[in-house]
């Protein structure tokens, strides 16, 4: 290896070499700790440390890194204090998850540290949303993301990887070519010889650097990052290395040939840099040791102070508690005029002033721009707000909901239209396992609203009229809100983009032009978690979501003998039990109408709750009534056999009599 470079000083390179020495260390002793059960699992970088230390010494310390598990020396240069990376091991509560989370599964907004998750392809799209914000907000800065050659081949990357260019983003796309994921060799993951080279298919810059060369890493790294602060674009960066112990340390190496073993140990990072410093004569073997012995001394000081830590204390409260950030809705003076507006023009609207209120906002969609999307909701806003604000995207669901996440990383709320609600199947990865699960694990709002056009009965078929809300009320960490009117659908938007935690936002097409009342003209909040009762009566609650309460409305009206009160539940997560119980209470009698299948909707599960709670006060069995098990068909006859619209009127008729 050429470690000589014009641009360093013997000082530069001692920095380099301590840099690259402490993570080694703190691996050696880890090893040690994993072999007496001290720590649970351990994801060895031994061999790649160059790579981290490199990149992280060649990014400013404001600008944003987002590491994988064998990148300890991000950690370690960024200047974290040892106790807590060891609490964190440890799943002590000084640790950056409280317990919560493993090894590097972990952010911290004080060292611009944005951790991996397991599923590994939503973090690129959140490099990008992170240096979209730095683009938005004028700020020379780039984005360093990490990932393995085997993380290339998820769709998430070539998602992120064409956002960043079609956008010209700032992003630094690492990839560490090690050999292997887990066991499977780089010959059965691509076909291709570099992965640099499929940065040409995006119209991107791409480079392949040594990286087990410390110094290659570092100055190259620097000059990268240095051109992209001048002119921001991606650049898909592929390090050659090798990973020299198992995918995590029980898997062991043995699948690894023994001569590709020993020709990656004669390329080891630290060792042929320290032999190139003692050759240079920039350092002595004394400075060597004391270097080590500092460093070991730092790393036992520090594992004394976690080893007194006590362990976690389970409390049931502060668990819950932590799913979501703590939030209370601001208290607006409610206008009074109202003027009438569809359903469609209620959400228009809502999000116009919105986008008005929050000056940094952004939208994000497919054709929501100069087309204003595909039902004209955003028509008119790129006039308004600018394309900045009002941003086309590429038919990318996964890394659009990950880029909304980074814009939330850099205090920038988003609001993401899924066009239909039956797409976000392609962005679930990131809904259900990144936006739900960062509050929880490490403290980070996702300050996120997922526009979700929904519904049947408007003869789309089986991928355009889902209402799939059931999905989603699943997760603990995301809100669910549903509304049916457009009084309702315009403050409960506004409060949705309040609320900084994520928010799926279905809004029935079936509605869109089919609705219409006065609404409030100026900005109000509609509290998310609370019923709206819109009819009382003695004999049968009603409750109802979305299309279905005007289904439930009109037969009613035809059967005024039927004395019933219609509960809107409007948020289905948050759910509103204490509505709920005080109507089942009052009747005595419960039918509840979901648009959805029957098994394993919502319905469902609000059946099981007023059993648990009400049992006593029921006069009746509870009557659930969905729409039938099936994919939803297009032909209108089959369309209007499915739906529970029809099938309401005689089971509300039958619970009447009973």
Known sequence: MDFKHHSLSRENHIDLYRSLLKPRLIEEKMLILLRQGKISKWFSGIGQEAIAIGVTKALNKEEYILPMHRNLGVFTERGIPLYRLFSQWQGKSNGFTKGRDRSFHFGTQEYKIIGMISHLGPQLGVADGIALAHKLKNEKAVTAVFTGEGGTSEGDFHEALNIASVWQLPVLFCVENNGYGLSTPVSEQFNCEHIADKGKGYGMESHIIEGNNIVEVFTKMKEIA?????????????????????????????????????????????????????????????????????????????????????????????????????????????????????????????????????????????????????????????????????????????????????????????????????????????????????????????????????????????????????????????????????????????????????????????????????????????????????????????????????????????CPEISAEVLDLRSLSPLDETAIFTSVKKTGKVIILQEDSLFGGIASDISALISEHCFEYLDAPIKRVASLSTPIPFAKELEDQYLAKLKFENELKRLNNY
Not at 324 to 347: C, G, N, V, W
Request: hydrophobic fraction near 35%; charge should be negative; proline fraction near 5%.
């Open 226 to 558: 240095e051109e992209v602060r001048e002119n921001p674009r991606p650049v898909l960066i592929e390090f050659k290395t090798f990973r020299r112990r198992g995918h995590e340390e029980a898997s062991g190496t043995k699948y690894v040939p023994e001569e590709l073993m020993d020709y990656w140990e004669k390329q080891d990072p630290v060792e042929n840099y320290e032999l190139f410093l003692l050759e240079s004569e920039f350092i002595t073997r004394e400075e060597i040791s004391k270097f080590k012995s500092d460093i070991k001394s730092e790393i036992n000081e520090h594992l004394k102070r976690t080893n007194k830590e006590p362990s976690i204390e389970p409390d049931e409260k502060l668990e819950l508690e932590d799913v979501y950030q703590q939030f209370t809705l601001d208290e607006h003076q409610k206008p009074s005029h109202k003027i009438e507006m569809r359903f469609i023009d209620a959400i228009s609207k809502g999000l116009e002033q919105s986008m008005e209120k929050y000056k940094t906002m952004v939208i994000m969609g497919q054709d929501i721009a100069e087309y204003g999307g595909v039902f004209k909701i955003t028509d008119g806003f790129v006039e308004k707000f600018g394309k900045d604000r009002v941003r086309n995207t590429p038919i990318c669901e996964s890394a659009i909901v990950s880029a909304a996440m980074g814009l939330s990383i850099q205090d920038i709320k988003s609001v993401v239209e899924m066009q239909f609600s039956d797409f976000v199947t392609s962005g679930f990865n990131p809904i259900a396992n990144y936006l739900a699960k960062v509050h929880y694990r490490w403290g980070q709002k996702a300050d996120v609203v997922i526009r979700m056009p929904c519904g049947a009965g408007v003869g789309a078929g089986p991928f355009h009229s889902q209402t799939n809300e059931a999905w989603f009320t699943k997760i603990p960490g995301l809100k669910v809100v549903y509304p049916s009117s457009p009084q309702d659908a315009k403050g409960l938007l506004a409060a949705a983009i309040e609320d900084p935690n994520p928010v799926l936002f279905f809004e029935h097409k079936a509605l869109y032009r089919s609705i219409r009342e006065d609404v409030y003209e100026d900005y109000f909040s509609i509290e998310i978690g609370k019923a709206n009762l819109l009819k009382e009566g003695k004999g049968i609650t009603v409750i109802t979501f979305g299309a279905a309460v005007h289904w439930a409305l009109e037969v009613l009206e035809r």
